[in-house]
Structures are given as C-alpha cells and as structure tokens.
Nanobody
Framework: QVQLVESGGGLVQAGGSLRLSCAASGRTFSNAAMAWFRRAPGKEREFVAAIKWSGGNTYYADSVEGRFTISRANAGNTVYLQMNSLKPEDTAVYFC??????????????????????WGQGTQVTVSS
C-alpha cells in the first residue's frame, strides 16, 4: 500500500508564498509523473501542475503559470509546489497525485486526473485579501 502525505498548507495573505510537499510512504513504485490538483468550494477539481519523473518536463495551468513552480526531490518519490504571489482565488484544497502504473504519460493526457491512481488526502490553502 502506497500513501501520499501532503504538508505545507495553511493561511497566508494575498501576495504571500507557501510551499507544499508531498511524500510517498510504503512500497516503492514506478513513478511516471506526479501532479497537483485543487478543488475550490463549489468548483470541480482542476489541474494545477505536473512533472514527468524522467526528464523533469513540467506543465502548468494558465492560471498559475509564472507564479507556481513544481519540482521533485533528487531521490525518492517526493514532489513540491512552490506557490508565490498567491491570490484569494488560489484558495482551495490541494491534492497531490501520482501515476504508478505506466512508464510514461502522454503530454496530451497529463492534465487528466484519470491518469493518476495515487492521491493524497489534500491540504487546505487559504489566501486572505
């Protein structure tokens, strides 16, 4: 059993920064890609950012491009999301996700939540104005 554990969420003022972390515990697995999604109150879950493990290609939603940075640790299955210049509309529960069942994820599908089989419990990010 693999568990994704998120940390780093909290309350921050607009313009501030937060760094989210997601670490995998339990059995090792082949990691094709990891990603961050978020769900705002009354909204559907939406893609935020993703990184392919081999090569480190990164992908971002237009709404966070230039403000958020996704990165991975040198060892282990750990991913980070550095969030700068936060806005009230960034308020949401942020979920970490991983693809552990294929060796690669097509770029055209990397924003699709169905490409990910491992999910964290979510961490609340609240940005006040």
């Amino acid at each position: 059993q693999v568990q994704l554990v998120e940390s780093g969420g909290g309350l921050v003022q607009a313009g501030g920064s937060l760094r989210l972390s997601c670490a995998a515990s339990g059995r090792t697995f082949s990691n094709a890609a990891m990603a961050w999604f978020r769900r705002a109150p009354g909204k559907e879950r939406e893609f935020v950012a993703a990184i392919k493990w081999s090569g480190g290609n990164t992908y971002y939603a237009d709404s966070v491009e230039g403000r958020f940075t996704i990165s991975r640790a040198n060892a282990g299955n750990t991913v980070y999301l550095q969030m700068n210049s936060l806005k009230p509309e960034d308020t949401a529960v942020y979920f970490c996700a991983a693809n552990s069942f294929v060796k690669f994820v097509r770029s055209s599908q990397i924003r699709n939540p169905r490409e990910y089989d491992l999910w964290g419990q979510g961490t609340q990010v609240t940005v006040s104005s």
